[in-house]
């Protein structure tokens, strides 16, 4: 496949992705919303995607079709056209687990798949978080990191909305207590232990502010226009 199909529109478009891709997504408020999202735009035009979480997900996440191997020719078998692929190596009562980062770089450099995506932090549906020690599980042969910030965290407290609120709070210099604003989100996901930790020297570092609507629109171009200031950020989007 000499180029991917759907870079021009949707979701992949405004990521402006190439033709091969390993894309992580990192953050809090609403990962899985854009893994799926560009997973099925990609495959819809003609792409051969493979999604997965180099963590945990919740079991409702893995959609049909699910391949249990990390095997280059059963993953290539089990590819059918017009539908992403989700890669499952563990199975647990209310959760899944992915390959590792190691394997999966295996399989980016060993399969047939146009582009993977995966789910490389956890954040128990909050709206924004810092990385704890062991986290985000970014796999070393990612291209483009997507960090996730909900624009619904703007004016919140830190300890009403954050996933782990002592590690944001720590990064920021406040108390769990502090109001959120526009720069210190911008100052917690453009820093190198908050959004861009563990982020690969070469891959493209992306912001998505995600839960705009019409009453939250100026707070998300005001956030955008922060973040986009930063030399360690190549886009923003706003969904």
Do not use: W, Y
Not at 23 to 35: D, E, P
């Amino acid at each position: 496949m000499d180029e991917c199909p759907a870079v021009n529109k949707g979701l992949a478009g405004e990521l402006d992705l190439g033709p091969r891709e390993l894309v992580a997504i990192v953050g809090a408020g609403g990962k899985s919303t854009i893994l799926h999202q560009l997973g099925s735009e990609l495959a819809e035009s003609g792409s051969r995607v493979l999604l997965t979480t180099t963590t945990k997900m919740g079991r409702d996440q893995a959609t049909e079709p699910v391949v249990r191997s990390t095997d280059p020719e059963v993953i290539a078998a089990s590819l059918l056209p017009g539908k992403p692929l989700f890669l499952v190596i563990e199975e647990h009562p209310h959760k899944i687990s992915g390959p590792t980062p190691e394997q999966l770089d295996q399989v980016f450099a060993d399969s047939v798949v146009d582009v993977i995506i995966a789910e490389a932090d956890g954040a128990r549906s909050r709206l924004i978080k810092a990385p704890a020690d062991h986290e985000p599980v970014i796999p070393p042969s990612a291209t483009t990191v997507i960090a996730v910030v909900s624009v619904h965290a703007i004016g919140e407290q830190i300890a009403d909305v954050a996933h782990r609120p002592e590690l944001v709070a720590d990064l920021l210099g406040v108390g769990s207590d502090a109001e959120l604003t526009t720069e210190a989100i911008a100052a917690l996901v453009t820093s190198p232990s908050g959004g861009r930790k563990a982020v690969p020297r070469d891959a493209r570092f992306i912001v998505a502010i995600t839960a705009v609507d019409a009453d939250h629109q100026d707070a998300a171009d005001d956030l955008s226009a922060l973040l986009i200031r930063n030399p360690g950020v190549d886009r923003v989007i706003e969904r």
